[in-house]
């Protein structure tokens, strides 16, 4: 039986219609929980206040998507977040690839493990030495004896660890969450976008010129549209190449086909970003180009990318206070009718002006936000 307690607030007397179950208010699943056999507090409340707690505290959610393998997400959600990093966001990376999880190669972090705490599971910070606030990583890497083993889940298993990732690792407050998606549109990110149907989510799809990968690509773009998820806008990797003897540019596919597709379905394309020996590299040693080279032509190339990023989530920011105040507005004007019903008119009149010039100034502060923006 689970345990109850009232929650009454503050200096009220306690209201035995506001129970909620007892919290232990560790910072990590019941699996995960050495005390979990005898404990007799109520579970499922547990896991949906830790996600609730989580979730609270994060802005900006990008989902990095794509139908098919080998296309670049992994890189691209590493420098996107290396990227927003530099710019004085705080940023974490959710590497939500289970069978493939390499964002510690990609952050330099191979071989590492974490511990659990009452915080939750530990998230690696990373250049804290070179940016204004590190780079928070939470990976199932982190969680095998080795690189090399095999994940071996049936769907069941992948459900609870997105449920881990976003409620049981150590996030802390972040601005921007980059999601480093596994390819397909199967369970993994079926289960992600229910947990984050109410949050500030949106999609970056990455894919490359080829036939094969545009038409897995424009799958996920689809899934998007079909559930209602915001698509930021696609980013096309492995876009050309540098001749490194003569300097020329030429591209290894055809792309007259990739813009057409992206225009058919309203995508925005973003960027080009090259195949590159440097970015492979960087990416392969865990040094991304949009630190350890940001004036390359590779580090260049994601900048749209990252400015796209910002701008979408000031523009849903900015969308959420106007809503917010129009409800305050709403409220306000109906509890400012109900006060002044016993002045003379003229008196009621001043009062709503006064309350409507104060709501068109911090419209008009909103609107002058957006456009800095």
């Known amino acids: 039986m689970s345990v109850s307690r009232f929650t009454p607030g503050s200096g009220q007397e306690p209201d035995p219609l506001a129970l909620r179950p007892a919290d232990c208010n560790l910072g990590h699943a019941c699996q995960f929980c050495p005390r979990e056999p005898e404990c007799g507090l109520d579970k499922p409340h547990h896991e949906k206040r830790l996600l609730e707690k989580r979730l609270a505290q994060i ?8 139908n098919k393998g080998g296309v670049g ?4 959600s590493a420098n996107l977040a290396a990227g927003l990093a530099a710019r004085g966001f705080r940023v974490g990376v959710a590497d939500a690839d289970i069978h493939g999880p390499n964002q510690s190669r990609f952050f330099n972090l191979v071989g590492q493990r974490i511990r659990i705490n ?43 660890f997105m449920h881990h990732l976003i409620g049981s690792f150590d996030w802390g407050p972040l601005d ?58 696609a980013v096309e990797n492995m876009a050309g190449v540098t001749c490194p003897h003569c300097g020329g ?27 590159s020996p440097l970015l492979a ?20 190339a994601f900048a749209p990318v990252i400015d796209a990023c910002i701008e979408h989530a000031r523009a849903v920011g900015i969308t959420a206070a106007t809503e917010e105040l129009q409800s305050m507005t709403n409220v306000a004007g109906a509890e400012l009718a109900v006060a002044l019903e016993g002045l003379p008119e003229h008196e ?16 008009q502060r909103l609107q002058s936000s957006s456009g800095r923006s």
């Open 348 to 363: 009621r009149k001043a009062a709503q002006q006064e309350l409507e010039a104060l709501l068109a100034g911090e419209r």
């Open 73 to 76: 997400k992994s890189t691209v």
């Open 118 to 160: 009452e915080q939750g599971l530990e998230t690696r910070a990373c250049f804290g030495d070179c940016l204004p606030q590190p780079v928070r990583v939470g990976s199932l890497a982190f969680m095998m004896e080795r690189d090399d083993t095999p994940i071996v889940w049936r769907d069941a298993y992948k459900h609870d």
């Open 176 to 233: 921007f969450l980059v999601i480093d998606m596994p390819p397909g549109t199967g369970n993994e990110l079926i289960t992600l976008a229910d947990l984050l149907e109410q949050q500030a989510v949106a999609a970056l799809i990455t894919t490359t010129p080829q036939e094969v990968a545009l038409m897995d690509s424009l799958k996920a773009i689809r899934y998007c549209q079909d559930r209602g998820l915001p698509i930021i806008g």
């Open 281 to 300: 590299m960087a990416s392969d040693t865990g040094h991304p180009v949009m630190l350890d080279q940001p004036d390359s032509p590779e580090a260049l």
């Open 249 to 275: 540019e030429f591209h290894l596919f055809p792309r007259t086909h990739l813009a057409e597709a992206l225009a058919s379905l309203e995508v925005t394309s973003l960027a080009s970003i090259p195949l």
């Open 59 to 66: 802005g900006q959610i990008i989902l990095v998507m794509a």
